[in-house]
């Protein structure tokens, strides 16, 4: 009789422990979702059109998963213990370093030099940032760009024990092929090691407000102009870490941070910091800045926004999507474990007209597909090179109706923005392998 009474008290703890998430659910609401999760949407029995949900029972299974109560609580729990007893992380993009300091996981090739970018993907970033350079000047502009260093490439000593390449890292490699073509790059890296101070959040992946601060008197002074912001005064704040919080939803604890004492005068802006795009305006300073940026623009954007009559920051990875005016600085930011945007993303740039037609007028030795279609003032032709390989260090040129353009290339093809009206029949794509030239005749689909 006590056996039986026992087992069934315990079958019915088991099953109140397992039906409170439910219950909570009922009674509380859902959970919010966690860190950057993109929360499962209520399921429905009937989907728009009146007919049944066949899906019904998965999304209800999927709804249920990511929004039971206290599932941030059980997470965070879950978290701390395997922290506490076992020094591992339970999520795979957090990397636990000592003395509380976390890790973004996705840096980890970097700060080991285990995956570096080939030398073809390095010369087509270095000669897609160089095309970017000579189209802002082109324009009457002046154009930057810049490298957020990684974390754990400023701050390793609280990483944990990790084998390390000598290798040159991939932004290393960047920065010689850009002292190479010409194009104006800000060392931040050099700029941060001057530095005793730690400028960046133990448990986020971005520098501060005092690190913002540094960044910014750096891209000003590269761009010829005055500031002070690291040297004036800050306030104290909190900060609570993205790192921390992809590992700890529930926790409370925040990292100290610094906003400056002045404060900001510029309108604009918005409340999303994070924004798609964000526009800009000072009364007290003068001309004009289009940059784009990545979640580093967060803290540093209010900086450049104060130091420039207007501007324009975007968080597109096109690299041409804001319109250039004459007179315009373009600046181009990219944290360093994102460097192969700079071939995924090619931008929508007019492709600039090279000299010296004649010597290219070659018979096409095979053909090779190119895609077609209108965008905007465009026509973009794309295309991926499948038999032959080009050099490392090769320019793509396309000879059309006599004038010979230089693309955008990338490491397996290129992209090329024609005046709008050209008539790509008979064009011809240009470049070295093997060191010989080799001249393919485009077959265009048009999209």
């Not at 350079?133 to 502009?141: T, V, Y």
């Not at 194009?183 to 090691?193: I, N, Q, R």
């Not at 474990?337 to 070659?362: I, Q």
């Not at 895609?371 to 000879?399: I, M, N, Q």
Request: with cysteine; hydrophobic share 45%; glycine share 8%.
């Amino acid at each position: 009789m006590k056996k039986t009474v026992v087992s069934l008290l315990f079958t019915g703890i088991f099953m109140a422990v397992c039906l409170l998430p439910l219950a909570g659910l009922l009674l509380a609401g859902p959970s919010a979702p966690v860190a950057n999760e993109i929360p499962a949407a209520k399921p429905a029995l009937v989907d728009r059109d009146g007919a049944l949900n066949g899906d019904y029972l998965a999304d209800a299974a999927a709804y249920l998963g990511e929004r039971f109560c206290l599932r941030p609580e059980c997470i965070t729990a879950w978290a701390r213990l395997n922290a506490a007893l076992f020094r591992t992380s339970v999520t795979q993009d957090v990397v636990l370093g000592s003395d509380g300091w976390l890790y973004y996981a996705p840096t980890l090739d970097d700060y080991a030099r285990s995956a570096p970018m080939s030398g073809r993907e390095l010369w087509c970033a270095a000669r897609t940032l160089y095309l970017l350079q000579e189209h802002a000047r082109s324009l009457g502009g002046d154009f930057l760009f810049t490298a957020a260093p990684n974390k754990n490439s400023l701050y390793a000593a609280n990483m944990p024990a990790f084998p390390v390449d000598n290798r040159l890292s991939n932004a290393q490699v960047l920065a010689r092929r850009l002292e190479e073509m010409g194009v104006t790059y800000l060392d931040l890296f050099a700029v941060f090691e001057e530095q005793a101070e730690v400028l960046y959040f133990p448990t986020d992946s971005h520098w501060n407000g005092r690190g913002a601060a540094l960044a910014a008197d750096a891209i000003l002074a590269a761009l010829g102009r005055e500031s002070g912001y690291f040297a004036a005064g800050f306030l104290p704040a909190e900060h609570r870490g993205d790192l921390y919080e992809m590992l700890y939803p529930a926790g409370r604890e925040a990292d100290p941070d610094f906003v400056p004492a002045a404060g900001f005068t510029f309108t604009g802006g918005g409340k999303n910091p994070d924004a798609i795009t964000i526009t800009t305006e000072c009364a007290s300073s003068s001309g004009s800045l289009v940059m784009y940026r990545d979640s580093f623009g967060r803290n540093l954007y209010p900086y450049l926004a104060e130091s420039f009559g207007s501007a324009v920051f975007s968080r597109k990875n096109d690299y041409g999507s804001v319109a250039l005016s004459p007179g315009d600085v373009l600046v181009v930011e990219l944290v360093e474990r994102n460097l192969r945007y700079l071939n995924e993303y090619a931008p929508a740039l007019p492709a600039p007209v090279r000299e010296n037609t004649s010597a290219f007028e070659a018979a096409a030795a095979g053909s090779m597909a190119l895609t077609a279609e209108a965008e905007g003032e465009y026509l973009s032709l794309r295309g991926r090179f499948a038999d032959v390989v080009p050099d490392e260090d090769s320019p793509v040129y396309a000879l059309c109706a006599g004038i010979l353009y230089e693309a955008v290339p990338q490491p397996d093809g290129f992209r090329l923005c024609l005046p709008e009206g050209t008539d790509p029949e008979g064009i011809r794509v240009i470049f070295t392998a093997g060191g010989n030239r080799i001249a393919l005749e485009g077959v265009i689909e048009y999209r």
